[in-house]
Each structure stands twice: as structure tokens, then as C-alpha cells.
């Protein structure tokens, strides 16, 4: 008797599923953003190494601001991009601390990738941290310290720390004061928790020294006066800013004119040069003797001619100012732009105490200072020796400040150097015994992540990392809360007293914007590409 064949009955309502592709995909995402947070990991803290950034068209970009870098790496894969999106969040929300929270996303991710090897949910795991980070901006803020803006002192020592790990380091004694200065400056009475940086303009300039870097309380162009015999210093100013050409107006089409007669030809030229000489005679009748003109797209914005007019009565022509500039020198001259001839009266100019074109370097610019009602504006002139080290000092004064305008819009201070990292480390291993059920595997993982910044100073400071931690971790256990990690002397001091210190809100931005991607990145379990 033949054997019953066996059937396979297949379960009813229950539906085939791959369980292995969203933990591939989640370990992918996993390992392409952390590759990128290691790329730029070495160049965290005061020792923390520069990198040489080759474009394709071959210009060469030498930092270590982590935006910078980032900005400029090519990133394919979806989940690397959440990283670089991430440091550009921090350099918007708090201008530094952007190769920080990079670092801080990357240590979390791996704390996260242990969590999912012994079976905890994705979502729990991002629910917890969650708590994890409102827990650690909690433990921030108890240990920051109050601030007040008149305190000139303290906002210098900021942006000194901002400016160390820099390549300029070696001149933050000359640029942070002046990063200070620039700020308080344009910080209004009334509004004094926003402050626009776009008051403060960084021009660059070529020779010299970063020493040579000074702040202007005034207006500076990059360009010359444009007249060849027009004056090139002037006292007791009076400035017009003008939106007119004073050139031959050109017809509305394009096309050429054919004049065979010798007289039509001198009728034209007569026709322009009555023109221009308008113009000139009004200037004149107005008393301007400063000439700003707004650079036009149609025709040259001020003709041959008409500087030699302007010449000849004394007055000195800044031309070709771009558009996008004049709103800044609007608001430094508090005044308006002269659209028509008709509105240049005296009434429309601004006075000023001097206006002179000094040199700077290989290149000339005109600087005007002592302005009647100036807006609240300022002027940085930076140098330098060679083109790398001006972006570079660019960017470092642009850290500074945004450091300064941190402070101006939350007055708390925390100490550096790796002192409120391990701080949050202790206080979230203690609060993980608090709690119970998944949330204390995820609250310890957490609070060892934190230590990422500690360790990654201290190994790009020379020193051994699993020793320098774990004494910093012994001397806050026993209550010393601002120890931190000392750079110059290679030891755990008091790094309050070494006057390394830092805004709030960098870190507590850094702290939230790293949990926000991480959680983004551990929600994902699957790429699906769409039709183009």
C-alpha cells in the first residue's frame, strides 16, 4: 500500500515577512552616518587637526570648523546627508560647537546599534532618549552659571575658548575682544535677545597679519574712489547715496545708430555732455562732495565724463556698489537711497566727520567714520598673509561672534573642556538605577556615549584617553563638577579657573539637535527609491 502524501497546509491570515531588510537597512544607516562622524572627529578641541579640502575646480580650503568641512565633503548615501544637515542646524542655532554635535549623533548611533543587538525595539530605544536628552538639558542648566552682558570680561574669555582650537588660535587675544566689541555694538536697546549678525560686516583684505585685523565704527568699501584727480581725504563730509546713472541714458532696444554727418555727430556729444553737466551742476548746488552710486546692470553707472566733471568740483565717487549691499549702508548712514535727480537736495545727505581712502596691503579702500546719527552697524576689517588663512579667520571671527550673540540671547555659562559631558554621563548612569524596564539600558547607554567628547579631546590632545576619562570621571564623583580636561598642561584641572568656558546654549542645541537626527536615523527601516 502506497505512503499518503503529506500536504503542507499553508497558515491562514498570516502574511510572509522579511524580518532581516529593515535591520540591514538600519545598520547601513547606522554605519554611513558614523563614518562620517569619524571623518571629522580628529578635529575636535584646541589640538584637533585641519583638514585640506580639494574642490573639483581646485580651490583648496584649509579648516576645522565642522559645517565647513561637512559642507564641502561629498556625501552620497540619504542617511550621512542627515549628518551634514545637522551640523548646519547647529551652526545656524548656535554658530559653534558643529564639529561637536557630529561626534555626539555618531557615539549615540553606537550606543543605539548595542541596544538593538539584545532585542530592544527601534522606537523604544528612541523614546527613551527622548527623556534622556530633556533629562541632560535639565542637568545643563542646573550647572550653568548666570551671566550679564556688562560683564565685558567674561564675554572675552567665551570667545577666546571659541577661538582656540582654531588655526588663528595664537591671535585670539586680539580677536576676541574685537568679536565682543562688534556685537554689543549692534545689539539694540529693547531687543536685546536678538542680535543680527548681518549688522556686522567682515571684510577681507590681503596682507598684513591677523594682528593687523581691526573693527571700524563706520562704513568701509572694498573699492577706490573712482576719480583720477578727485580728492582722496575729505573732512566735514557730506554723503549722497544715489540709485542713478550719471552716463548717456541708452535707447530701450538694441541697435546701432549710423551718423554720417560730422554736425549730427557733434550735436550728440554736445546732447551728453549738456546732460551729464545737469546732473553735476546739481550735485553741486546740493553741497555733496562724497558720491555713492549703486552699481547698474543697464550702463556704466557713472561715464568718463562725468567723473571728470566731478573732478573738477572736488568731489570724491564711490561707484559700483553692489544691491545687495545697500541696504547695510542704508542702515550705517541712516539714511535713504536717491532714486531721481529731482530728490537730490541737501536735505537727502548724511553728514560725516571724515571720509579718506586708505591703504591696506596691495589694495586701496575708503573708510568713513564719525557718521551723524549712525545706525547700529559695524566693520571688521580682517587680514592676512595669503588667501587660506583669511577664509579660515573669517570663519573663526563668524564662531566668535555667533559664541557672543549665544550669550546675548541666553546669559548662561557652563565650563568646557569636557566638564559638563562627563557631568551628564554621572548624573544619567545614577537616574538609570532610578528607572526600570528598557529605559535604564538605554539611559546607561546614553550617559557612555556622552563621554565621546572627553575621550576624543584628551586622545587629540596626546594623552592616553581611558586614563584621563576615568580619573575626570573620579574627580566628579567626588563633587568637583567643573574639572574638566586641561589641553596646555596635559592634566584634570579646574577648568572654570583656566577660564575656559562656553554658552549654554551651544551645548544644550548640541545635546538636542544629536538626539533629534539619531531618533530620525533609528525610525527608518527601509530606503524605497522613487521614479525620476
Not at 1 to 18: R, T
Not at 49 to 66: C, F, L, R, S
Not at 136 to 155: G, K, W, Y
Not at 188 to 217: C, F, H, P, Y
Request: charged share 25%; glycine share 6%; net charge neutral.
Amino acid at each position: 500500500m502506497a505512503p499518503k502524501a503529506v500536504v503542507m497546509k499553508k497558515p491562514q491570515g498570516q502574511a510572509y515577512k522579511d524580518k532581516s531588510k529593515p535591520a540591514d537597512v538600519r545598520a547601513s544607516n547606522i554605519n554611513a552616518a558614523k563614518a562620517v562622524s569619524d571623518a571629522i572627529r580628529t578635529s575636535l578641541g584646541p589640538r584637533g587637526m585641519d583638514k585640506m579640502i580639494q574642490a573639483g575646480n581646485g580651490e583648496v580650503t584649509i579648516t576645522n570648523d565642522g559645517a565647513t568641512i561637512l559642507k564641502q565633503m561629498n556625501v552620497l548615501h540619504p542617511a550621512a546627508k542627515m549628518l551634514v544637515e545637522l551640523s548646519r542646524a547647529q551652526d545656524v542655532e548656535a554658530g559653534d560647537g558643529t564639529t561637536s554635535v557630529v561626534v555626539t549623533a555618531g557615539a549615540l548611533l553606537e550606543a543605539a546599534e548595542r541596544l538593538l543587538h539584545i532585542g530592544i525595539h527601534p522606537t523604544a530605544i528612541s523614546d527613551a532618549f527622548q527623556r534622556c536628552s530633556t533629562k541632560a538639558v535639565q542637568i545643563l542648566t542646573e550647572m550653568s552659571r548666570p551671566i550679564e552682558l556688562t560683564d565685558r570680561d567674561i564675554l572675552i574669555k567665551s570667545a577666546s575658548t571659541s577661538l582656540n582650537s582654531k588655526v588663528v588660535s595664537q591671535q585670539s587675544s586680539t580677536l576676541a575682544p574685537l568679536a565682543v566689541d562688534a556685537v554689543l555694538k549692534v545689539t539694540e536697546a529693547g531687543q536685546e535677545n536678538r542680535v543680527d549678525l548681518k549688522n556686522i560686516k567682515v571684510i577681507r583684505s590681503l596682507g598684513g597679519t591677523i594682528e593687523d585685523t581691526e573693527l571700524v565704527d563706520g562704513l568701509v568699501f572694498t573699492q577706490r574712489s573712482a576719480g583720477t584727480n578727485g580728492p582722496k581725504r575729505l573732512e566735514k563730509a557730506k554723503i549722497g547715496l544715489i540709485q542713478f546713472c550719471i552716463s548717456p541714458p541708452k535707447t530701450d532696444m538694441d541697435h546701432n545708430v549710423v551718423v554720417s554727418d560730422y554736425a549730427a555727430m557733434d550735436r550728440v556729444l554736445k546732447e551728453e555732455r549738456a546732460y551729464i553737466l545737469n546732473i553735476v551742476k546739481q550735485i553741486k548746488k546740493a553741497g555733496c562732495n562724497v558720491l555713492l552710486v549703486q552699481k547698474s546692470i543697464l550702463r556704466d553707472a557713472v561715464s568718463d565724463l562725468a567723473l571728470h566733471f566731478l573732478d573738477k568740483i572736488k568731489v570724491m565717487v564711490i561707484k559700483d556698489i553692489e544691491r545687495e549691499d545697500i541696504e547695510f549702508v542704508c542702515k550705517t548712514l541712516s539714511c535713504r537711497p536717491i532714486a531721481s535727480l529731482d530728490h537730490f537736495v541737501a536735505e537727502s545727505l548724511v553728514n560725516a566727520d571724515l571720509v579718506e581712502e586708505v591703504a591696506s596691503g596691495s589694495n586701496k579702500f575708503v573708510k568713513v567714520t564719525g557718521i551723524q546719527n549712525q545706525g547700529r552697524t559695524v566693520s571688521i576689517v580682517v587680514r592676512g598673509s595669503n588667501k587660506l588663512v583669511l577664509e579660515e579667520a573669517d570663519r573663526s571671527i563668524h564662531d566668535a561672534l555667533c559664541v557672543i550673540r549665544c550669550l546675548v540671547k541666553n546669559r548662561a555659562l557652563i565650563a568646557g573642556g569636557g566638564a559638563p559631558e562627563i557631568e551628564m554621563a554621572l548624573q544619567l548612569a545614577a537616574h538609570s538605577n532610578t528607572v526600570d524596564g528598557v529605559d535604564a539600558y538605554c539611559f546607561r547607554a546614553y550617559a557612555e556615549a556622552m563621554e565621546v567628547i572627553p575621550s576624543t579631546l584628551a586622545e587629540n590632545a596626546g594623552l592616553n584617553p581611558i586614563a584621563t576619562v576615568t580619573e575626570l570621571r573620579n574627580r566628579h564623583a567626588q563633587g568637583e563638577k567643573n574639572a574638566g580636561i586641561n589641553v596646555r598642561k596635559g592634566a584634570i584641572t579646574d577648568i572654570l579657573a583656566e577660564n575656559v568656558v562656553q554658552p549654554l546654549l551651544v551645548s544644550t542645541a548640541a545635546i538636542t539637535l544629536a538626539t533629534e537626527t539619531v531618533r530620525s536615523i533609528l525610525k527608518i527601516d527601509d530606503i524605497v527609491n522613487t521614479i525620476t
